[in-house]
């Protein structure tokens, strides 16, 4: 892992991310297109988080002829933060297809707010790219308690997907993990006393999976 503190926050104010987000803070929206929304602005931010991902010239042939032609040095590794994560998934698993998939479970303890983890399955991360994924940065409690768990299986750098941050959020983030960007299609407001985002779009668990 870098050592270097150097806390970034990249909103992806494409109008394409801005359009679907609008639609899946309306109330009304229901849980399959609120599904489908969730999959294609994924699929969008993905291009963003990846953008910088290192790559090596290999020699292949055209049909035309031979060339050096650039390829991923490595597949990136994607962390679920269950539940509300797995709806990221679909989105980012068609831009990297073959990337390996963990999961981590964890909940928020409703009085604390603090995150208890009861579910933890990675695969080999040493030295590979790391994205944590979760619609909501929240509190920042379980993406913090998230990037823990992450960096003890060392990492070559880690970074951090949502689909919408609160300022309170990022700041516990940044506070906790210097040195983990943050991707978000958009910074709401403020969060409220019980920890959701506002604006926000209610709870995304629930609307991914038609749970209430
Ligand atoms: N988790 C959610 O699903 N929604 C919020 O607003 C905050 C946390």
Redesign the pocket.
């Known amino acids: 892992m870098s050592s270097t503190p150097n806390p970034t926050l990249h909103v992806i104010e494409h109008p394409l991310v801005t359009h679907k987000l609008t639609e899946m803070r309306r109330v009304e929206t229901p849980s399959e297109r609120f599904r489908q929304l969730l999959t294609e602005i994924s699929f969008l931010l993905t291009y963003e988080v990846t953008r910088d991902l290192p790559t090596r010239d290999e020699r292949i042939t055209t049909p035309l002829t031979e060339m050096d032609a650039p390829v991923l040095v490595a597949e990136p590794v994607v962390i679920s933060i269950l539940r509300?994560g797995n709806g990221l998934l679909d989105g980012v698993l068609r831009v990297i297809p073959s990337a390996r998939v963990g999961h981590v479970g964890l909940y928020r303890d409703h009085e604390t707010l603090e995150a208890i983890e009861y579910y933890c399955k990675f695969p080999p991360i040493e030295g590979r790219t790391v994205i944590v994924v979760d619609?909501?940065l929240?509190t920042g409690n379980s993406a913090s308690a998230a990037l823990d768990r992450v960096k003890a299986d060392g990492p070559a750098d880690v970074r951090f997907l949502c689909l919408?941050a609160a300022p309170e959020g990022v700041a516990q983030l940044h506070r906790a993990h210097p040195d983990v960007p943050v991707w978000t299609a958009a910074l709401d407001d403020h969060l409220n006393e019980v920890?959701?985002?506002v604006p926000?779009?209610?709870?995304?668990?629930d609307r991914i999976f038609g749970t209430t």
Do not use: E, T
């Open positions: 509300a619609p909501m929240a919408l920890g959701y985002i926000g779009l209610g709870d995304a668990g």
